[in-house]
């Protein structure tokens, strides 16, 4: 049985966050979560949907979105403006593992720069955009959560339900999700690149193997070598360092 997602049950599980949120919206459909918010909503809004119709990933992609999946996203205001905001994306990442480890779920990591992955099977998306010339950054997630079949998805992916073998009651890990995600937003601007990069350490699944990556129609394999200070991918293509953002590569599903 299919238990929806309760506005009323969420504002009751995690009273020390609500200082920080402001309204929680809860759809049946929407087209994208990040695309209402963005004409909707306003700092510290949240919408959540049951399924989206035009679910979206990183450069466009299409994020499938059946139902008993978790589709959030959070309107964030930083004042004052962020210097660093292309590290807002790897932040949220590193923390939605920490929640996931919390529930119960190892074995998990990051695939720079915004994929959760389980054993090579993808469980999350992040996507963040952000609305100039508002100071509005919106943090989308989407997150597999009950789904045991999709036809639509391409690509190796997992659910919660799958790895844990049970139904997971996605009121209950929002609970625990949403705390954890505005307490990181709220600590974001002061962390130094020496906290925020220990943490993406810990979860970073490409350090040390070998993969490639597209840039400007050209291939480039190489050894993956972490990220620098500016989140930036860097990858050693025969001993030597290159650095890539997330804006302007396609990174290939080889991994050896």
């Not at 992609?61 to 589709?71: A, K, M």
Request: net charge positive.
């Amino acid at each position: 049985m299919c238990i929806k997602i309760s506005r009323q049950l969420l504002e009751g599980l995690f009273p020390a966050a609500r200082c920080q949120m402001g309204r929680l919206t809860v759809l049946d459909c929407v087209d994208s979560t990040n695309t209402w918010l963005a004409q909707h909503g306003d700092c510290g809004d949240v919408c959540l949907a049951e399924r989206q119709s035009a679910g979206r990933g990183r450069a466009g992609r299409q994020w499938s979105s059946p139902q008993e999946n978790i589709y959030l996203s959070i309107c964030y205001c930083f004042n004052p403006a962020l210097r660093n905001p292309s590290l807002l994306g790897l932040s949220v990442a590193a923390c939605l593992c920490e929640v996931l480890a919390k529930a119960g779920i190892h074995q998990h990591g990051i695939k720079w720069p915004n994929d959760i992955l389980w054993q090579g099977r993808k469980l999350a998306g992040i996507l963040i955009e952000h609305r100039h010339p508002k100071p509005h950054f919106i943090i989308g997630i989407g997150l597999n959560v009950n789904m045991l079949s999709n036809a639509h998805i391409e690509q190796p992916w997992c659910s919660l339900r799958q790895i844990l073998q049970q139904r997971v009651n996605r009121n209950a890990l929002l609970a625990l999700l949403l705390p954890h995600l505005f307490s990181d937003l709220q600590n974001f601007p002061q962390r130094n690149n020496l906290q925020w990069q220990q943490a993406w350490q810990r979860w970073d699944i490409l350090a040390g193997k070998t993969i490639g990556l597209t840039h400007a129609h050209q291939f480039y394999q190489g050894v993956a070598d972490g990220i620098d200070p500016q989140g930036r991918l860097r990858l050693l293509v025969e001993g030597k360092p290159q650095f890539f953002t997330a804006a302007d590569i396609h990174l290939k599903a080889l991994i050896l």
